[in-house]
């Protein structure tokens, strides 16, 4: 399965009294190998099996290191084995565990929880699995292919319909999910798909921003989502009116009125923060809403 077992003592070979707790140690072994052998299997998997091989049972329970009580109860410092690898304590396994755990996106959660609110999704479902795919599949890219491909698949998958049409809203900021189960998308959800994919797959925050601007040739506002490979690069615009990724200053058809990110709002002209993006509800919104699918993302 990809992890490595303890070599224990007697002393050491009990087995634990918080499956869940075990989890999260046994996520603690596993950071190093995760980068590569546990992009094949969900945490949650290979933490039942080592609990199983630990409690000696058949039937394990279901594992939900997730959970608040799981933290405490992992890092209550149960007589468990020394990491093989991971930190250089066990409380520091643990905790590095439960990182990796909440970090991660659990996509059968995530498509049970959209089957509960929208029925049978069907295409919208596949549309959901070729997502996860997508994040499967290019962890190991670079930033710029990463670019590329995140881009190519949300110009692919969503077709543009305003607000009004698909939600009867004038302003409705959709998740991801909301998107693929509708296969459509105004320009913010296109910018907001794209914003998680790449947060999801390393690209850190500082680098991307979601930015509102004016399509001067539509004569409208519309957003895009920008990428600084450093604070003082040109940016570049990956947007859903052309599927090239070019630099800001071969979209002259844009008009910058402000950026925002998990880290804060920016001002064109301004290389540093001008506030704070807690400050904008609907984004503060659409994280409610994504936690509520069963995403970790954290402030975003």
């Known amino acids: 399965a990809g992890y490595t077992l303890p ?3 007697a002393k050491d ?4 009294t918080n499956p869940t707790a075990a989890a999260a140690v046994a996520a ?3 950071q190093h190998g995760r980068i590569s052998a546990m992009r094949a299997a969900k945490p949650n998997t290979i933490a039942t099996a080592v609990v199983k091989i630990w409690m000696k049972s058949s039937t394990p329970k279901k594992i939900a290191p997730q959970r608040g009580s799981a933290c405490a109860a992992a890092l ?3 007589d468990l084995p020394p990491p093989v690898h991971g930190g250089a304590t066990r409380q520091e396994s643990v905790r590095l565990g439960l990182a990796a755990l909440a970090a991660d996106w659990d996509f059968d959660l995530i498509l049970r929880n959209a089957e509960q609110r929208y029925g049978p999704l069907g295409a919208a479902g596949e549309r959901i699995l070729a997502w996860g795919r997508l994040i499967e599949s290019s962890g190991e890219l670079t ?3 990463k670019l590329q491909t995140v881009n190519a698949f949300f110009n692919r998958q969503l077709h543009f319909v305003d607000d009004n049409r698909t939600w009867r809203q004038i302003d409705y900021w959709a998740t991801p999910v909301e998107s693929l189960v509708k296969g459509a998308g105004d320009c913010e959800d296109y910018a907001i798909a794209k914003y998680f994919t790449l947060r999801r797959l390393g690209v850190s925050s500082e680098k991307l921003r979601i930015t509102y ?3 001067l040739v539509q004569g409208q506002a519309h957003m895009v989502l920008t990428y600084y490979g450093s604070p003082d690069a040109e940016p570049l615009v990956l947007d859903n009116l052309i599927d090239e990724i070019r630099p800001a200053s071969q979209r ?7 950026a925002f990110n998990a880290e804060g709002l920016y001002l064109p002209g301004r290389p ?3 506030g704070d993006s807690k400050r904008l509800s609907r984004w503060q919104e659409l994280l409610g809403k994504m936690r509520a699918e069963g995403f970790a993302i954290g402030d975003g």
């Open 7 to 9: 070599t224990t003592s």
């Open 13 to 16: 070979n009990s087995p634990p």
């Open 28 to 30: 603690g072994w596993n």
């Open 76 to 78: 209550a410092g149960l």
């Open 143 to 145: 930033e710029a292919d």
């Open 213 to 215: 601007v004016k399509a």
């Open 252 to 258: 002259p058809d844009l008009l910058p009125v402000y």
């Open 272 to 274: 540093t923060r001008s």
